[in-house]
């Protein structure tokens, strides 16, 4: 197991939301674990997502170590925030729930993949 999901995965046992199964059986069917972060830039590899989404998770905690605050409740959202802030990204090109970048294909949004 590397690094990015055991950490994940230490977050992730932190939140305490309904919906949290269903969330996790959301991720594992749509790729968020081995879905690269970019086609071209940052984390544009296998896992970059993962390895990207947890950073900027532990980037938000710091931040709120640093500011003192500890809220649980806030401390539960910072955690969701990080860990899903690019969760559209899981779906990897031409398989299900891709949906194409509209700004590099000038593709409207009605003649983009729709997410199912």
Known sequence: MSYSKERF?????????????????????????TAPCS????????????????????LML???DTLNYFDKEM???????GLFHDIGKSGYYGKPN???????????RSEAKPMK
């Open 39 to 58: 086609s071209q830039f940052h984390g544009s590899k296998e896992g970059g997502l993962l390895e990207h989404s947890v950073n900027v998770a532990d």
């Open 98 to 108: 891709y949906v194409e970048n509209i700004l590099k294909t000038t593709k409207k």
């Open 9 to 33: 995965d230490k977050l992730f046992s932190l939140i305490n939301r309904e919906g949290k199964d269903k969330l996790l059986e959301y991720l594992n069917e749509n790729e968020y674990f």
């Open 62 to 64: 710091d931040i709120s």
């Open 75 to 81: 401390i539960e959202s910072i955690i969701i925030v």
